[in-house]
């Protein structure tokens, strides 16, 4: 009997430990300050604190918007996440080929997900038809990662609503500026060119997104194709294998193609002197923490030989001590893709010495960062915005800057999910 009462008092002082525990860390995370951060480990702003009205209260949008700020901000987050992974790089699919499908909260685009979209009359077909594609985030290869050997890469969902909003609110710019070019430039990922079938079939083909993309924009705007392009360069060094995003020499194949459609010769690669810089682990390391990559880091490749230029604010402070689209500090950081024009703002503009009469607006996600410094070679003056942060109506931008073209680059991944839309939309609300 007594043993019986001794193994009930230590059953029940488990579970008080347990709960202390529990209500220990909610209630310190509720009174923790909860400022706005970027995750690096997912490439995406935190979330805010939802406002809480009558419309989001009942709609139930707004307990799972809390959810989320309350996950972003538990207590210690970001070590319990390193813990997670270690966990979960035991699950997936492993095989014999050093293959697995990893778990990945994170975006690139690190936008609002617009549930009046997703959620519209095309998500409101029949679930359970084993074709549908892209009408619900309830996707069976959503929020994951394919490790592939010594890389991992996202997997893209068609989601044809989101596809849909994204070209009509670029059609109302192409109508609202009707004397300025407007163009988009997406590009496609790395699983897109992975040559083992059986694994990239996990993914859906971008090159249907991007048929997609072009279908729904009107005659006005010019889809600028990149893909054969990429697609003949495969066996390059056109992608990192430890970050989700391009390498510069990607980018430079872009360019190329950019610059034809703009009437201008492109440079070839023997006109730029290329340094390579070793031991960039990216954003898809940091999500996965594999051994693998850590053991195969990348190299972060810089084109040089670009016409004079001037990064700085709107205002005409330079970003870097010599103010150039290249900031040499970040090739010392962790977050070396950073060279790029110093990694994602909120706005800048660049000015180069050349006489094309040409100033291009480009509305992006990171993608563009590699890109943009090729974008000196075709344009006097370059605005840059990047919609994740900047919210203002940019019209007045437009006009006082005399923009005579407007370049979109996304990447095809955009589309996974309905958000992007909305945040070019808010620019010309």
Same mark, same amino acid.
Do not use: C
């Given at each position: 009997m007594f043993n019986h009462f001794k193994g009930f008092k230590k059953r029940h002082f488990n579970?008080?430990?347990?709960?202390?525990?529990?209500?220990?860390?909610? @209630?310190?995370?509720?009174?923790?300050?909860?400022? *706005?951060? $970027?995750?690096?480990?997912? +490439?995406?702003?935190?979330?805010?604190?939802?406002?809480?009205?009558?419309?989001?209260?009942?709609?139930g949008n707004y307990f799972g918007a809390f959810d989320q700020f309350y996950s972003d901000h538990f207590v210690m987050r970001s070590k319990w996440v390193a813990l997670s992974q270690v966990v979960k790089k035991y699950e997936g699919i492993p095989s014999k080929d050093n293959v697995a499908l990893i778990d990945f909260a994170g975006a690139n685009v690190a936008g609002e997900i617009d549930e009046t979209h997703t959620s519209g009359e095309a998500a409101s077909k029949d679930q359970s038809e084993s074709d549908s594609k892209g009408q619900s985030l309830e996707l069976q290869n959503w929020g994951k990662l394919l490790a592939y050997e010594?890389?991992?890469?996202? @997997?893209?969902?068609?989601?044809?609503?989101?596809? *849909?909003? $994204?070209?009509?609110?670029? +059609?109302?710019?192409?109508?609202?500026?009707?004397?300025?070019?407007?163009?988009?430039?997406?590009?496609p990922t790395q699983i897109e060119f992975l040559e083992d079938e059986d694994y990239k079939s996990l993914s859906d083909s971008e090159r249907e997104s991007l048929d997609l993309v072009k279908k729904g924009l009107s005659d006005t705007v010019d889809f600028v194709d990149v893909y054969d392009s990429l697609k003949a360069h495969q066996d390059d060094y056109i992608y990192f294998r430890t970050d989700h995003h391009w390498t510069q020499r990607g980018a430079f194949y872009a360019y190329q193609v950019l610059s034809q459609h703009l009437g201008v010769t492109p440079k070839t690669l023997s006109d730029f002197k290329i340094d390579a810089y070793p031991g960039y682990l990216g954003s898809l390391y940091n999500a996965s923490q594999l051994e693998v990559l850590k053991d195969n880091p990348d190299v972060v490749?810089?084109?040089?030989?670009?016409?004079?230029n001037q990064m700085m604010s709107l205002q005409g402070d330079t970003y870097d001590k010599d103010g150039d689209v290249y900031i040499e500090s970040y090739l010392t950081d962790s977050q070396m893709y950073g060279i790029f024009c110093g990694g994602d703002r909120a706005v800048y503009k660049i000015?180069?010495?050349?006489?094309?009469?040409?100033?291009?607006?480009?509305?992006?996600?990171?993608?563009?960062?590699?890109?943009?410094?090729?974008?000196?070679?075709?344009?006097?003056?370059?605005?840059?915005?990047?919609?994740?942060?900047?919210?203002?109506?940019?019209?007045?931008?437009?006009?006082?800057?005399?923009?005579?073209?407007?370049?979109?680059?996304?990447?095809?991944?955009?589309?996974?999910?309905?958000?992007?839309?909305?945040?070019?939309?808010k620019l010309i609300q």
């Open positions: 579970i008080i430990v347990f709960l202390v525990l529990v209500m220990g860390f909610g @209630i310190i995370g509720l009174f923790t300050p909860k400022s *706005e951060a $970027y995750i690096a480990s997912e +490439n995406r702003m935190s979330q805010t604190l939802p406002p809480l009205t009558k419309d989001s209260l009942f709609s010594d890389k991992v890469m996202e @997997i893209n969902q068609i989601n044809e609503a989101a596809i *849909e909003h $994204y070209t009509s609110v670029i +059609n109302n710019y192409a109508d609202r500026y009707k004397d300025i070019q407007v163009s988009v430039l997406m590009p490749e810089v084109f040089r030989g670009l016409p004079h000015e180069t010495q050349n006489h094309s009469g040409r100033k291009i607006l480009v509305l992006k996600d990171s993608y563009a960062n590699a890109l943009i410094p090729f974008l000196t070679e075709l344009a006097d003056e370059i605005l840059v915005i990047d919609p994740r942060m900047y919210d203002e109506n940019i019209d007045s931008l437009v006009s006082d800057e005399g923009i005579t073209d407007i370049l979109f680059i996304n990447y095809v991944l955009v589309n996974r999910w309905d958000g992007y839309g909305g945040l070019y939309e």
